[in-house]
């Protein structure tokens, strides 16, 4: 077996799955297994590797080779995956059939994760020169809060430019929305429902709020459109509110989700949505639970061209396209580290029942970073 695919069973055997605010907990509901395991596997590969804590038991991975270059660039993946309930495969077990390795977290994004680790491990032991110095970035807490990146970014990661790992089929994803979600709250009085006149009903107040919402969420579809991404959309998915139908409820509350272009502040997106409930009363809202920013990078810069170069001498052409997902990327770009999205697998594997990954892509992929690096 290639070593890349080797790391690649070992990475899936090693469950990390985000509790995604769910009360689970036990090591295989944590990054801190498998944060260790990298760090180990890079340390005796003679490259330095620094753990860093985002929560108890939640870890970052952070390396580093100096190859004595001018630029730096960031090799970044996530080190945690979604739940494996329920699956129609062994989640954990890395199964090869039919050329793919099966298993959660296969496509997204351990995959990735061993690409970066095999390519610069094996460049290394090769003694081969690098043309970029090296940030290897293995996070945690991308699929449900970002805290991960957001933990390495505060740490002060800089670099000239970033690859994050996710499953594109080996595209180059240069711009993808952002997302911020809240929750929005009404306020009442209770009161006996025999005596509606008492009380003041904060659902009837969320239908005001709802209605001016919709009207808000068709605004944002006439703006005009970013070339690759289209518009800004909101959407609210849930809401709750009341104790029992005899009582006038005095609380209600929804969730919004608010996709969001590259630029976009939430001081703005907070500002509109302000604007739009003007002539209601009796509303509040919760800062974000979740904010990723969108992110954008140009076609034709200097290192996205060298890693196109890298894909077209490998697999003979390059893609360079936009996607609809947030990933940590947007974080990056954020901070000032232009990030595009690359990686083996197909994100229509990703969080699915069968997870898998195509041996093929992985070991293209891996060809791909070590080009790209030299
Ligand atoms: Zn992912």
New binding site residues.
């Given amino acids: 077996m290639e070593p890349v695919i080797q790391l690649l069973a070992d990475l899936v055997r090693i469950p990390s799955m985000n509790p995604m605010g769910r009360a689970c907990s036990g090591k295989e509901y944590a990054e801190e297994s498998i944060a260790l395991f990298v760090a180990e596997y890079l340390r005796r590969r003679g490259i330095t590797a620094e753990v860093q804590e985002v929560k108890p038991h939640r870890l970052n991975v952070v390396a580093h080779v100096d190859a004595g270059a001018e630029r730096t660039v960031l090799l970044e993946a996530?080190l945690d995956t979604v739940h494996a309930d329920a699956m129609a495969v062994p989640p954990f077990d890395a199964n090869i059939v039919n050329g793919r390795l099966q298993g959660r977290g296969a496509c997204?994004?351990k995959g990735s994760l061993a690409v970066f680790m095999d390519a610069l491990c094996s460049l290394v032991a090769e003694g081969t020169k690098l043309r970029y110095n090296v940030l290897l970035a293995a996070v945690a807490d991308?699929?449900y809060q970002f805290t991960g990146a957001q933990t390495a970014v505060a740490r002060g990661m800089r670099a000239d430019f970033g690859i994050c790992g996710?499953?594109t089929r080996l595209h180059i994803i240069r711009a993808h929305k952002g997302v911020t979600r809240w929750r929005l709250r009404t306020s009442g009085r209770a009161a006996h429902s025999a005596y509606p006149e008492r009380g003041k009903n904060a659902i009837y107040t969320m239908g005001h709020v709802l209605t001016a919402l919709e009207q808000h969420a068709r605004v944002l579809t006439l703006h005009p459109p970013h070339p690759l991404l289209g518009t800004p959309t909101m959407s609210v998915g849930v809401i709750e509110g009341g104790h029992a139908v005899n009582i006038v409820p005095e609380n209600c509350w929804i969730e919004i989700d608010r996709r969001t272009l590259p630029g976009e502040r939430r001081e703005d997106i907070f500002g509109d949505v302000r604007a739009a409930l003007k002539d209601i009363g009796d509303w509040s809202m919760d800062a974000p639970h979740l904010e990723a920013a969108g992110m954008e990078v140009p076609a034709g810069g200097e290192d996205v061209n060298r890693l196109r170069t890298a894909i077209e001498s490998s697999v003979g052409s390059a893609i360079v396209e936009s996607a609809q997902y947030a990933?940590d990327a947007g974080m990056y770009c954020a901070a000032g580290i232009p990030c595009i999205v690359f990686g083996p697998g197909d994100i229509a594997d990703?969080h699915t029942d069968a997870e898998s990954i195509d041996i093929k892509e992985v070991l293209a992929a891996r060809e791909i970073i070590r080009r790209f690096l030299t």
Wanted: charged share 45%.
């Fill in positions: 996530h997204d994004t991308e699929e996710e499953p990933t990703a």
